[in-house]
Structures are given as structure tokens and as C-alpha cells.
């Protein structure tokens, strides 16, 4: 997808991007299912809902820089701004903070 066809989720609140991700998150589980894999096996492996909703902050942070993913310290510079926007969501953003640069998933 383009730039120009993304639509930043920065001034929705919190309440509508945790439905959005919410969705996301439901699509996923749905298609997973009705590709036969047991839920048992996949369900710690797909992300809250507030991680969603971080990943997806994350994603029109780096839209707005041109597609460039940032640097370690740009990276902990976007994550703690979400933090700051949105305090419900600090928790998660602490636990995702970079490990060597690369946004952890938790496990």
C-alpha cells in the first residue's frame, strides 16, 4: 500500500483503534482456523489487541517518514511517544521495546 493511500490512525482514540485491531485480530484467528491449524498451537502466537494497536501506530510513524524503518533509537523515540499519547497503552509498549533494534513480540 502506498502512502498516499494510508489513512494515519495517530487522531483516532483509543477506543477505535483497539475495535480496529480487534477486527485485525479476529480476521486472523478466523483465517488461521479455517486453515486447519488448532488453536491450541497458535493462540500465544497472535498479538493483543493493544499490541496490534501499537503495531499499527508503529506502522503510520514510519509511513510519515517515507517508508523508513527507523533506528534503534528512533524506534524507542516513536514507542515512548505512543506511550505518551495513549498511557493505556505503556504497559504494552514497555514490553515491546526494542531488544538489538527489532520490536520484540511477546511470548
Known sequence: MSSSHHIPRG???LEVLRAEAAEERDTVIHERLLAGEDPWS???EVP???ELVVYLLRADAI?????VL???SREYRVLRQIALE???LTQTVWRMLPRNGVVARQS
Request: no cysteine; charged share 20%; glycine share 4%.
Open 42 to 44: 497458535f493462540m500465544e
Open 86 to 88: 495513549h498511557p493505556a
Open 70 to 72: 527507523p533506528s534503534a
Open 11 to 13: 487522531r483516532a482514540s
Open 63 to 67: 509511513n510519515a517518514n517515507d517508508g
Open 48 to 50: 493483543t489487541v493493544d
